[in-house]
Structures are given as C-alpha cells and as structure tokens.
C-alpha cells in the first residue's frame, strides 16, 4: 500500500507548485550553488560529484572552460585563465593599476573606465567574466532539479561597496539568472548555523575568504536576524597570505623579478604549502626555478611571522565592530568562522584569543554561505509562507556628496540599517549659478580622493540666484540589496534630476542588454519571447496578488465602487496579457499597478495597525 | 509617501522621553516582520516598492527614538522647535569654557604617560555629563511650558556638542590602536 503523503507546516503541499529558487556564492577562489529540497539545504554537486566550483575561467578560441578544468591551466596558460575575478568586480580600471605586478593580465581601459582583460577571445570585462561561473552554477542546478529556475539569492562581502554590489547583480543578469536578494555572507553562515543551532543573542561571523574579509555583529531574536554592524577589508584574504609567502619564496630563490607564469607557479606553490601547515608544524616544498630545483623548509612559526600583520589587522577590525553595534566582547555569545581561509591556525587562535571563546567551526566554512542562501531563497520565492525568519541588514560603508574642496559630507552613515531614504540640502557657492554637480561618493575617509566615487550626474535649470539662496534637496535611497538610488531637486522651482546609480565605471544599461543579446543564438526570436513573457510572468503576479489583496481586506477597505472599478481594470490586462504585445502588457501593468496603489497604501497602514494589535495600552505606558 | 503618523504613534509608543528601548526594540522588530520588502519578494514591484518606503520610515523613525539626543530634538520637533537643521546657536560662556577644557585635554591624550587611562577618564566626563543633560531635559520637556522647552532645547544643543567630543574620543582611541 503506498504511503499517504504529508507536506511539511507551512511548506506548499503540492510539490509541483514548489517554485525552484537557489543559493549562490559566488566566491573568490570557488563558488557553490545550494537549494532547499524535503526541508533541507544543501549544496548541489556536479556530475563527478564535486560541490566547490573553482572560481576560474579560461578562454580559448574554441570557447570558455569553466572551473577544475579551467584551474588545471592556469600556470600554463595566465594570459586566458582568469582566477580571483572577484577582485576586480566594481573597481576602476586605475583600482586594478596597483594589482598589476601581481596579476599577470593584460587590462585594457574601457571608454567606460572599466578594466577588460585581453584574451584571447578578445576583451571581457569582470562582469562577464563572473557571468560565466554563474552560468555554470545554473546549468549545474537546472541539472539536477527538475524545472525552469525561479530566482536566487546571490551572496556579497558585507564590505562590498556599492559599485561592487552593483556588478555582481549584473553578472547574475547576464547569466539569465533573476536576483531575488543580494545577501551578504555573514548574514547567509548566520543563517545556516542559527538555523541550526537555535540560538537567541549575540553572536559574531569572522569571515575570511580567498580575497575578502568581513566580520558582523549580529542579534538573533525569534527567527530575526539583525545585523549590528559589520566591517571589514574588501582586498584581504587567503590570497594575500599567498602572496605574502610567494614573496618570500622570491627572496629565497634569490631572482629580482619573475614572469607572469612563474608568478602563477610560486603562488599555487605558496597556496599548497599555507594548506599543508594547517595540519604540520613544517613543510619541505620543492620549487622550479630557472632549470633548477630548490628545495625549501617552511616551518609554521615563519609563515605566522609572515602573516602576523594581516591576521592583526583583522582582530582590530572586530574591535572596532563591536564598538559599532555597541556591544562588549563578553556579550557575545558564539563566534561562528566562514571561508576556507579560517583553517589557517593562527587565523583561530587569533579570533578565540580576542573574543576569549572558542569560534564555532562545526558547518563546513566553505559550503555554509550557500546553505543559508538556499534557506532565505526558498522563502523568498514563496516555498515557506509561514516563516518567520527575516534578515535585517545594514550599510557597510558611509554615503556621501562632495562639497566644496573636496571635502566628502555624509549623508547616511555606515552601519544605518537599511532599507533607508534621507535627504539633505545643498546650496549654490556663487551668484547666478545654474548648474549643479552632484557627484555621490561611498566610504569614511573625509577627502573626496580618499573615497570610492559613485556616480557623477549634473543638475540644471537652477533659477539664477545669489549665492546662498537656492536651496537643492538631493535624496538617497538605499534598498535591501544595499543598492542605492540618488534624485536632486531645486526645491523653489521643482527642477528634478534622477539616477539610478550605475557606478562610475560599471555597466550601463544598454551594455547588458546587448551582451544579452549577443549570447543567444537567435537573437531577435528569442529577445522578443523572452520579452513576452517576462511581462506575462509580471501581469500574472500584479493579478494574483490584487486577487489575493481583495479577498483579504476589499471588505474592510474599499467601498463597494472601488471594487467593481478594480475588477474592471483587471479584466482589461487580462485581455492584454493573452496577447501577444508586450509592450501593450507592460502599459497596463504600470496602469494597474497606478489604479490599484491607493489599496495597496491602505493595506499597509492596515497591517502596521494589526502588528501592533498585540500590545495593549497598558503594556506600553506600564513601561515608560 | 504619506504616512501621517509621527514616529511615536508609527510605533506604539508613548510620546515620552524616557522610553523603554526594549518595548522600542520590540515594536520595531513586530513591524519589520509585516512591513519587510523580503515578505513581498513573490509579489508586484509596486508592493515592493510601497514596503520599502515604509520600512525606510520605519527604520528612520526606529534609529530616532532609539538615540538619546534624537529621541529629544524629535519631541522638541514635534511642539514646533526645529534644532535638526540649525546652523550657528548661542550658548552659555561657561558650558563653552568646560568644552574648550576637555578639548584641549583630548588633543594632549597623546602626550600623555599612560594615553589609555587618560582616555577612559575623558569618556567618563563624556558619559557623565551627558547623563546629566539628559535628566534636565526629561524634566524640562515634562514641565512643558514655553520657558521650560526652550531650556530644553538648550539641553539638547549642549548634548549634541558633548556627542560630537565622544565621537572624538572613539576616533582617537582607534587611532591609538592601529
């Protein structure tokens, strides 16, 4: 007799309605991709069984290799093997300058000031360059899942400023993925491990990575996880401590300069040795150099030495983290490590000495990023209506404008929980100006030239007016990406400028849109499909969800006329939306969504009434 | 946006000085898990983009009534006293001279035999007095009239100078560790 079948609370109980929704991180040496199935996370692997995709990609006139294979070539082949491409996402082609010596690549300053690297399949930017690993992390997905992939929840360094944020999300868009949240990978391993483990306080996630390192206070309260403050060092990780040793390699071999495919060699050599002292206390590595072989002894304590700085500039960046979320060292309860560079011991004995605890390293620090980002992604697909968990995060690093000498003025402080809108006032600096610079900076530093520029955009028809006296509100949101949006308005005669902020060397727009549609075979066919039911998929969920809203609350907030309004405009994009046109169905969800927002207003005032039901009066004047 | 409600009434919240930050904390975690754009991933932009203007208030008005000195220019705000946007105010001789002292005794932190201990005993000045400001202003503000909520205002003025020197310690004392 079969087995009845009984759906987990709170989970969809027909399996066929479960919507497909993945974790990815997307990290600097390898990169994983999880989901949820029966309940539970995990990491998916690929045919050989391997989770960890190194995040390497070669290529060659025949086409792209990704991952081990591409990893196998690196020394062979530097110039087209592209490895720790992380490190270049969002930064400027003068960031990567100082890289240069050490990365063998060939940039090329791209018009919009981004660094391409020359290959030999001609220029890519870091933004297709991680669009391939993502792409590759799908394909791994749609394999072994059945069905079309609904979303993913796509992991950052909390410290990743916005420019970088802002080139993972398009790498994901050019990989036909669809973001549903940028998580920052603390939050993710929190997730993963309290989850887990059930804990309710204070805990601390010392994250150090192939290239990045992070640390984040957060309180975990029922199922709430808030972060306090975070920090950290977004050019920091295992492969400085590679580097560091590869230098000294250099000194020992006694050469003034090495080649591009030598420099490669020395640091997987560096890399190997550093992973063998995490379980011996000294290691004989042999090295290739100029026909000969030398064989040298490293012993623990002269890579702790060599390491020393880097390790301590970590432990002061916790330091100053807990003094942000304005928590003692003592208040906190568990300190959990992430990422494969936390095997290194003194990197742990560090940590327990400065939080005077041992730090949790039960989940596996390479894969637990990914399970939490399954977790939050198959709630936020809709998988898990009734959970109560919910991720609170913060801004890493301080937005600001420029003023006058180059001074940058904060408009939101780092560490502001986000999502977030403010506004300040500006005014002009000299008689009858009329146009207006609003250049956006991010960072703490109190120069102009000390922080990451943002974005530049110019507001004019500014009336003429003496100097002082126009008054420019430009308003900052930041959403829960972390992702921000800038508008500027002269305040007496409404003039109104408004950016997305596309970084100062990212991407524009139209750039993704005609790399998107380069990478299908049938272009024009398929662009128009696409097109078509994008709006579909969009009409379809504007309905539901207006369906939904009128079952729920028409009763209690709308009058009898405002129903048989709504209901008549739905069925108006019910006809477009079978249809064919879809720029016909984008115009009548914009107008739908415009008829219907006086609801949707009156909707949310109701549930924040509702949340608050709860407490009673007494309650709250009990306590003041 | 149009959200009436002020920050007090938006959380349920008394519109007291001397609130209770773990009922505010509450509050604030109850609405987050109603008003969160994560709890309207699945569904339209236009209630997402509504869900994100009123957690942005949300967390705004959370952030205000959280913070001491915010907590009172707010309520000041509210009887139609604006110290938020004020560029140049005028303050009492001595409080001005008390200020130039500890400046200067920050500034001579570094010179000092023992930097640390000279830095704690200025953050026990700093915390010191602000907890008293912070009395005065609670019954300032409770007394109520004109006269007593323009003193009032003067206590919160005194304050913001006092958070800025603690701001200086903090950043002094980061220096002093890197």
């Not at chain 1, 009128?550 to 309004?565: F, K, P």
């Amino acid at each position: 007799m079969a087995l009845l079948q009984i759906a987990e609370p709170g989970q969809s109980p027909e399996p066929h309605q479960r919507k497909l929704a993945v974790g990815i991180d997307l990290g600097t040496t390898n990169s994983l991709v999880a989901t949820v199935r029966s309940g539970n996370a995990a990491t998916l692997a690929d045919e050989g069984g391997s989770c960890l995709l190194p995040s390497v990609v070669r290529y060659t006139e025949q086409g792209v290799v990704v991952g081990q294979a591409a990893l196998a070539q690196a020394s062979v082949d530097p110039f087209n093997t592209i490895v720790s491409v992380k490190r270049l996402m969002g930064r400027g082609a003068d960031d990567v300058k100082g890289l240069e010596g050490e990365s063998v690549y060939k940039f090329e300053r791209a018009e919009s000031g981004m660094p391409y690297i020359q290959t030999v399949a001609g220029s890519k930017s870091p933004v297709e360059i991680s669009a391939e690993i993502l792409k590759t992390l799908k394909a791994r997905a749609q394999a072994s899942l059945v069905g079309e992939l609904e979303g993913a929840v796509v992991t950052v360094p909390a410290y990743f400023d916005d420019a970088q944020r802002q080139a993972t999300k398009d790498a994901a868009q050019l990989a036909g993925i669809k973001v549903l949240r940028l998580l920052n990978e603390p939050t993710a391993a929190a997730v993963a491990y309290g989850l887990d483990e059930g804990t309710e306080g204070v805990i601390a996630v010392y994250d150090l990575g192939g290239g990045t390192f992070d640390i984040s206070i957060l309180r975990l309260h029922k199922g709430v996880f808030e972060v306090l403050s975070t920090g950290g060092d977004s050019a920091l990780g295992g492969d400085d401590l590679d580097l560091s040793l590869a230098r000294w390699f250099v000194e020992q071999l006694g050469v003034d300069a090495v080649i591009a495919g030598e420099s490669r060699y020395l640091t997987e050599k560096a890399r190997w040795t550093k992973e063998q002292l995490t379980d011996h206390d000294s290691v004989d590595v042999t090295l290739q150099n100029s026909g000969r072989e030398v064989v040298l002894t490293v012993t623990r304590e002269l890579f702790d030495g060599l390491i020393d700085a880097q390790v301590a500039k970590t432990t002061r960046a916790c330091r100053r983290a807990l003094k942000d979320a304005g928590v003692s060292v003592d208040e906190v309860q568990d300190v959990v490590m992430v990422g494969g560079s936390t095997r290194v011991p003194l990197v742990r004995s560090r940590v327990a000495q400065f939080f005077a605890r041992t730090p949790h390293i039960d989940i596996d620090p390479d894969r637990v990023v990914a399970v939490g980002a399954a977790i939050q992604a198959d709630i936020l697909v809709g998988n898990k209506p009734d959970s109560d968990m919910l991720l609170l995060d913060v801004l890493p690093l301080s937005l600001g404008l420029e003023t006058m000498g180059g001074l940058a003025e904060k408009v939101i402080h780092r560490n502001t929980s986000i999502p977030v809108a403010r506004a300040q006032e500006f005014t002009t600096y000299q008689d009858g100006q009329t146009a207006m610079v609003i250049h956006v900076v991010q960072g703490e530093r109190e120069l102009i030239d000390d922080c990451r520029s943002l974005a530049q955009f110019i507001l004019r028809g500014i009336p003429p007016m003496t100097a002082g006296a126009a008054k420019i509100r430009v308003s900052f949101q930041v959403d829960a990406d972390g992702l921000l949006g800038v508008s500027a308005k002269e305040l007496s005669t409404g003039v109104e400028s408004q950016i997305q902020v596309k970084p100062s060397y990212g991407l524009a727009d139209n750039e993704i849109a005609e790399m998107l549609k380069s990478s299908y075979s049938h272009a024009e066919e398929d662009m128009v499909l696409r097109n078509l039911r994008e709006q579909q998929v969009d009409a379809d969920r504007l309905l539901q969800s207006l369906e939904q809203a009128i079952l729920d609350d028409a009763e209690a907030l709308l009058t009898q006329e405002e129903i048989t309004r709504l209901r008549e405009q739905m069925a108006l994009l019910l006809v477009l939306r079978n249809g064919s046109d879809h720029a016909a169905i984008e115009k009548g969800v914009h107008e739908l969504a415009k008829a219907s927002d006086f609801f949707a207003a009156r909707r949310m005032d109701l549930s924040v009434r509702e949340a608050l039901k709860g407490h009673s009066i007494d309650e709250i004047e009990g306590k003041s | 946006m149009d959200i009436k409600q002020n920050y007090f009434e938006f959380l349920g919240l008394p519109e007291v000085y001397s609130l209770d930050q773990q009922t505010l904390a509450e509050h604030s975690r109850e609405l987050q898990k109603t008003l969160h754009p994560d709890k309207f991933s699945h569904l339209s932009d236009r209630e997402r983009r509504l869900s994100v203007q009123y957690t942005a208030y949300l967390n705004e008005a959370t952030a205000t009534l959280k913070s001491p000195l915010q907590r009172g220019q707010y309520l000041l705000y509210l009887k139609g006293i604006d110290t938020f946007s004020e560029s140049s105010v005028q303050l009492d001789p001595i409080f001005l001279m008390q200020q130039m002292e500890l400046r200067e005794a920050l500034e001579s932190v570094r010179d000092e035999a023992d930097p640390d201990a000279a830095l704690e005993h200025l953050q026990g000045v700093v915390d010191a007095e602000l907890a008293e400001l912070r009395s005065d202003f609670k019954t300032q503000y409770e007394v109520g009239d004109k006269t007593s909520l323009e003193a009032a205002a003067m206590t919160v003025r005194k304050m913001q100078f006092i958070e800025k020197l603690g701001r200086e310690i903090d950043a002094l004392e980061d220096q002093l560790y890197d």
